[in-house]
C-alpha cells in the first residue's frame, strides 16, 4: 500500500463550488505539505503543517484552506473554486529526524474547473 | 531573476550517451540541495542530495558550485527508464522557503 495516498485522483467541478481534496499517510511524519503544479511553473507550496497545532500558509494560500484532522490526515480545501485553480495537486510528508528534509509526494489529484 | 532556474529541454539523447542538466539559483544563503525525479503524471520522487563535496549514486553524479551558484546533475550510459523530468530543488531555509524548479524534461532514444 502507498504510503502517502490522495482522494480524489481526478476530479472536475464547476466555478463557485466547494470542494476538498484529502491526504492522508502512514509514514508517521509529523510534517505535511500541500503544493500544486502547473506547467512551466513548477511545484508552488499552498499551506504546511509541521504538526496538528500548526497550520503554515505557504506562497500562494489565497483561495484555499486546510485543516488538519489527525497526524495522519491533511485536507485541503477550495471555497469557491474557480478556473485558475485548475492544476494538479500534490500533498507531501517529511521527517527531518530520518532524512534530510526528503519529501514524500502522494500521487497527485488532477483538479479541473470549468 | 527566478530563485531556481533550469533549462526545460527536452533533452534529446540516445541510449548509452552522457547528459548533464544545470540548475541555477539566486540566494547565496541556499543551504541545501536536491535532485527530484518526476515521470509523467506521476509524483515527485527524491533521487538524490547534493552535497558540497559532490556525490555519486551508480550513473548519478551530483555536484553544487557556491560560487557560481549552480547544481548539476550528471547521468553517465543513459537508459530508456531515465527518460522523464528532473527538478532541481533548493532550500534556503525553513521549510517554506523550499523551492522547486520547473523541471528538465530529459527524453532517451532508443
Known amino acids: 500500500d502507498a504510503d502517502v495516498t490522495q482522494t480524489p485522483r481526478n476530479r472536475i467541478t464547476k466555478t463557485g463550488k466547494r470542494i476538498m481534496l484529502e491526504c492522508s499517510q502512514t509514514k508517521g511524519h509529523d510534517r505535511m505539505y500541500w503544493y500544486r503544479q502547473d506547467p512551466g511553473l513548477g511545484l508552488r507550496l499552498i499551506y504546511y503543517s509541521f504538526d496538528v497545532k500548526d497550520i503554515n500558509k505557504g506562497e500562494i494560500s489565497d483561495g484555499y484552506s486546510v485543516s488538519r484532522q489527525a497526524q495522519a490526515k491533511f485536507s485541503l480545501s477550495l471555497e469557491s473554486a474557480i478556473p485558475n485553480q485548475t492544476a494538479l495537486y500534490f500533498c507531501?510528508?517529511?521527517?527531518?529526524?530520518?532524512?534530510?528534509?526528503?519529501?514524500?509526494f502522494g500521487p497527485g489529484t488532477r483538479l479541473t474547473v470549468t | 531573476r527566478k530563485e531556481v532556474e533550469q533549462d526545460p529541454g527536452p533533452f534529446n539523447v540516445p541510449e548509452g550517451a552522457t547528459v548533464a542538466f544545470n540548475c541555477t539559483y539566486s540566494n547565496s544563503a541556499s543551504q541545501s540541495f536536491f535532485w527530484y525525479r518526476q515521470d509523467c503524471r506521476k509524483e515527485p520522487k527524491l533521487l538524490m542530495s547534493v552535497y558540497s563535496s559532490g556525490n555519486e549514486d551508480g550513473r548519478f553524479t551530483a555536484q553544487l558550485n557556491r560560487a557560481s551558484q549552480y547544481i548539476s546533475l550528471l547521468i553517465r550510459d543513459s537508459k530508456l527508464s531515465d527518460s522523464a523530468t528532473y527538478l532541481c530543488?533548493?532550500?534556503?531555509?525553513?521549510?517554506?522557503?523550499?523551492?522547486f524548479g520547473t523541471g528538465t524534461k530529459l527524453q532517451v532514444i532508443p
Open positions: 507531501a510528508t517529511s521527517d527531518p529526524r530520518t532524512s534530510d528534509y526528503e519529501q514524500y
Open positions: 530543488v533548493v532550500r534556503s531555509g525553513g521549510y517554506q522557503k523550499v523551492t
